[in-house]
């Protein structure tokens, strides 16, 4: 069964640092693109940062831009999300997603909209003092 599992969530004060974790079971991520979205109350959910499959391309939207990292460890199985300057609008359900390096996607490296095949349940980060 292929699962996606998020950690590394958790309250933190503006400004702060927090880094989610996503690993896989059930499957290997060197073939597949990897997201990260959010979603905040009463929002819609939006594509955060993406990363091809061997990590050679990464995406991020604006909004997160030199304070978000994106990285991967595929012999752990493993994506990661380093979130620095944390803001009280960061606060949202972090999801990680992946979907198979195939045609377009492949072409693209990675895309931040929903073409994900496979989602974790998410993780709550807080940003609060």
């Known amino acids: 069964q292929l699962q996606l599992a998020e950690s590394g969530g958790g309250l933190v004060q503006p400004g702060g640092s927090l880094r989610l974790s996503c690993v896989a079971s059930?499957?290997?991520?060197?073939?597949?693109?990897i997201a990260w979205f959010r979603q905040a109350p009463g929002k819609e959910r939006e594509g955060v940062s993406c990363i091809s499959s061997r990590g050679s391309t990464t995406k991020y939207v604006d909004s997160v831009k030199g304070r978000f990292t994106i990285s991967r460890d595929n012999t752990k199985n493993a994506v990661y999300l380093q979130m620095n300057t944390l803001k009280p609008e960061d606060t949202a359900i972090y999801y990680c997603?992946?979907?198979?390096?195939?045609?377009?996607?492949?072409?693209?490296?990675?895309?931040?909209?929903?073409?994900?095949?496979?989602w974790g349940r998410g993780i709550q980060v807080t940003v609060s003092s």
């Open positions: 059930g499957f290997t991520l060197d073939s597949y693109v």
């Open positions: 997603a992946a979907t198979r390096s195939v045609g377009l996607i492949a072409a693209m490296g990675c895309r931040m909209t929903n073409v994900y095949d496979y």
